[in-house]
């Protein structure tokens, strides 16, 4: 069955703490991408992938980081520098240049303790 | 202001009523415009994809794309309860490398 899997589905993050958000994708795309969803804002990008081991930041990347060394995995890390990290993360794939649709994932609903 | 402008509702209607949805934008430059469906604590899934001007319907769903106004809209016929979601508009430019700008999204709560 084809798809993003996001996990784990809830988290929860102490002051001064580091967690990191697992996306997997089977659907042999190239492009990835992370998204952070508050209420009424919509969805801002954080960071993207056109191609294994390599990534840019998108418009709110600071206080997270991200790899891409296989081509169906793309965690992210909530570093502690991101000073309000509650929201809801979303991951999406696309099959790459020159197509313009995403493809989401469940969410990871992330709070802080 | 937002490149992508949605009014966030909530949009409250009876079922079977139409559902008006719509999103501005400023830049000239977007060709490719989307429409997700998002359930409360899920993902977003895709409903319409337009290239540039234009119609297109799928089903109850209708989707209109008028680049010399810088409007989009869909349509919603015959709405039922189950098409209380939240819709997010999404565009993007040819040039963009797939990155998509989103509107903040509308809750639509369709009443029996």
């Known amino acids: 069955d084809g798809g993003i899997t996001q996990s784990p589905k809830y988290l929860f993050r102490k002051e001064g703490q580091n967690v990191t958000l697992s996306c997997e994708q089977n659907l042999n795309h190239d492009a990835m991408y992370w998204y952070r969803q508050d209420p009424g804002q919509g969805l801002r990008l954080i960071y993207y992938?056109?191609?294994?081991?390599?990534?840019q930041k998108g418009d709110i990347a600071e206080g997270y980081s991200v790899s891409r060394e296989k081509k169906e995995s793309f965690p992210l890390t909530v570093t502690s520098a991101q000073k309000n990290p509650t929201a809801f993360y979303l991951c999406?794939?696309?099959?790459?240049?020159?197509?313009?649709?995403?493809?989401f994932g469940a969410g990871t609903r992330l709070s802080v303790l | 202001q937002k490149e992508v402008e949605q009014d966030p509702g909530p949009l409250s209607v009876p079922e079977g009523a139409i559902v008006s949805l719509n999103c501005t934008y400023s830049n000239s430059a977007f060709q490719y415009f989307m429409w997700y469906r998002q359930y409360s604590r899920k993902g977003p899934e895709l409903l319409m994809y337009?290239?540039?001007?234009g119609n297109k319907e799928d089903g109850r769903f209708t989707a209109q794309v008028d680049k010399s106004s810088k409007y989009i809209s869909l349509f919603i016929r015959d709405s039922q309860p189950s098409d209380s979601a939240t819709y997010l508009c999404?565009?993007?430019?040819?040039?963009?490398?797939?990155?998509?700008?989103f509107g903040a999204g509308t809750q639509v709560v369709v009443t029996p």
């Open positions: 992938s056109q191609i294994v081991n390599d990534f």
């Open positions: 999406a794939s696309s099959p790459g240049q020159g197509w313009n649709i995403q493809y």
């Open positions: 999404a565009m993007s430019s040819s040039d963009s490398w797939g990155k998509l700008q």
């Open positions: 337009t290239y540039s001007s």
